[in-house]
């Protein structure tokens, strides 16, 4: 089904963005500025289900790549995903129908979008992570084969970088994010591109629609006092995604955070409320939680930390001391947990030396946390007063 | 005039090449391996004067970039330098009519010979730097507009990049300097393509037939026992260069050499006979020479630094302690010595804060020099016994 984007759903959107982000994508907020301007100058955007793609649609994914750190303080030009597509059309003699995300969180849910207006091309509703994950090969476009070059980078100044690896997607990644580094660390690129056929087969469907679901849930969450697994499970019933649990609820005590090989590293110490003590290790997404020694949750599973305040995503760059926070978890879609999957998406791929395991959630009683969470929501909204 | 290039020619022009790469350009020896079994594969290679050009010839130049100390070590599979100027001959939509080399000191003489033996191609027996330079911005080329870019990197895996910066040439150095670290800091590339008459008017002629001329009359001094400058001087007489002096006589005393930001740095401090002291700074090729706290000659004049005892050129990566010397300087030709080509090839050009002044070669009268180098000559003979 197709549907249109207007500019009032881009906060909830741009929250949501930042929810399917785990931590990393980049904060959406600079994507969505873009994407208001664009909506504004050229109307509003139509997207698209991949299952209504005619099999020769010809879909080029527009994208950010680089340090979500940097990303808060290189903002892109504007043309540079515009021009990559351009170049890309060029190089392959195609012309694209579609333009798509590679990732759902964070910025890059965004960066398609401002192209799509720009360009008057629809924009399919469905990307290749189904969430965020740091690295370029890391798609379901990879697990059906399709290849992630020739890709482009386009530069504020109007130069651009074609980088050709047949089939090897992982080693596209490295030479893109050579480029990238000595760019400043942000780039804005098209790639992965494939035919409508390609996309219906390999896409995760939906996936800017759930985005502003979550979004519009957790601000409804908010004001409504509500507990937040409750109206986040709303949203993604009927998704590919399995049910949201909560991991901890606590506050940040340390964060270290370092830009590094071109990407935003570190980890986040938590304390819980309930005396449970918890560590996420990030590579611009949250990777893995381990609370008390034991393994909460790990990628490809998506590990979440809202604030508890005011039920927004906080990404890895915005982390800090004292920050009140909730942690959740969400199982990914089954095929990144099948065998296939795990090899590109799994513990290893971010050499992790753990298996992955299922998620284990919070130990203390639903009921309980929610009189705890309202009660909580309500010292907020005695505080704005 | 055209003429052909032979099997035999090889280690006369590899050694000529070395004495032009001024220190740097790599070692031509692996080069001349290539260049060899090409021609034993293909037959020989035809070289053309650029003013024998037709002007909408078609010329593509192909050449390697890198740090020298990497070039030692990395080793081309061969198909790369053939399969990039494929690439930018099918980006671009021609037919390449020609190769030429961008760099006539060095592996850069022996690489385009490659190609054009396995291609069938005749190679423009010129080149834009008349010696070695450690960028790709640093070219005759840029001085008369021609554009370096889109440029083509291609790998030994068959994968390749494309880089388009448009005028900017000292850009497509610092993007496909970041490309070739990290490719391990070694490539090989197709760039600079230009018209006939382009090569025409911005190409330092003759370049290839003048390193095998000094490879040549390198190689009948030390089997003479004539005097370097001499036979030098003869090889370079009707040719766009000044006259060779000597610099130095004496022994490598210090070597500091490292690889960063993808090129061999470093120094070597020289002892001479007759007392006086000399520092060499180098960036792949020698910079500066400084005598005694004087610049006896700074780029872009060449500075040679050649075994006393067997005439063969000495790259900055062989350097060592003990090692028995020459330096030897020329005037650079004089187009690189305007206000216009000393903004590309002077000092400052290179962060040296000095400005261009002429060479003082050595003050050992002549015939004392030559009676210490016939000596010499003769005692290495004796030794040889």
Redesign the interface.
Same mark, same amino acid.
């Given at each position: 089904m197709s549907w249109v984007l207007r500019v009032d759903d881009l906060s909830d959107l741009a929250r949501g963005a930042a929810f399917f982000g785990t931590g990393g994508g980049g904060d959406p907020y600079v994507g969505q500025l873009m994407v208001a301007g664009a909506i504004r100058r050229y109307g509003p955007i139509t997207l698209v289900s991949p299952d209504e793609l005619d099999d020769d649609a010809q879909v080029i994914p527009t994208s950010m790549m680089g340090a979500p750190s940097v990303m808060m303080e290189k903002i892109p030009a504007g043309h540079e995903a515009v021009t990559a597509l351009g170049v890309l059309e060029a $190089?392959l003699g195609v012309t694209a129908t579609h333009t798509m995300p590679v990732e759902c969180g964070g910025i890059n849910s965004m960066v398609p979008l401002a192209v799509g207006a720009a360009l008057g091309l629809p924009v399919v509703d469905g990307d290749g992570m189904g969430r965020a994950f740091p690295e370029l090969q890391m798609e379901t476009f990879t697990l059906f084969g399709v290849h992630g070059s020739p890709l482009v980078i386009a530069t504020e100044?109007?130069? $651009?970088?074609?980088?050709?690896?047949?089939a090897?997607n992982r080693?596209m990644e490295?030479?893109a994010?050579?480029?990238t580094?000595?760019?400043g660390g942000m780039s804005l690129l098209a790639s992965y591109s494939m035919t409508g056929a390609q996309a219906k087969a390999s896409a995760i469907p939906n996936t800017i629609a759930l985005c502003l679901s979550v979004g519009r849930a957790l601000r409804e969450a908010r004001e409504n006092h509500e507990t937040l697994t409750d109206a986040l499970n709303r949203s993604l019933a009927g998704s590919v995604y399995g049910r949201a649990s909560r991991l901890l609820k606590g506050k940040v005590v340390d964060v270290e955070r370092r830009t590094e090989r071109g990407f935003t590293l570190g980890l986040a110490r938590l304390a819980g409320e309930d005396g449970s003590q918890m560590e996420v290790t990030f590579q611009n997404e949250n990777l893995i939680a381990i609370r008390d020694g034991e393994v909460a949750a790990i990628v490809p599973d998506l590990i979440c930390i809202i604030s508890a305040d005011s039920y927004e995503p906080i990404t890895t760059e915005r982390l800090r001391y004292g920050q009140r926070i909730q942690v959740l978890a969400i199982p990914s879609p089954p095929i990144m947990n099948t065998t296939a999957g795990l090899a590109i998406f799994g513990p290893r791929a971010f050499g992790l030396d753990y298996k992955h395991s299922p998620i284990k959630a919070d130990l203390v009683p639903v009921s309980a946390a929610r009189s705890s969470e309202e009660e909580q929501v309500h010292t907020m909204k005695e505080t704005q007063r």
């Open positions: $190089h100044r109007g130069e $651009h970088v074609i980088i050709e690896t047949g090897d080693r490295e030479l994010r050579a480029m580094i000595r760019l």
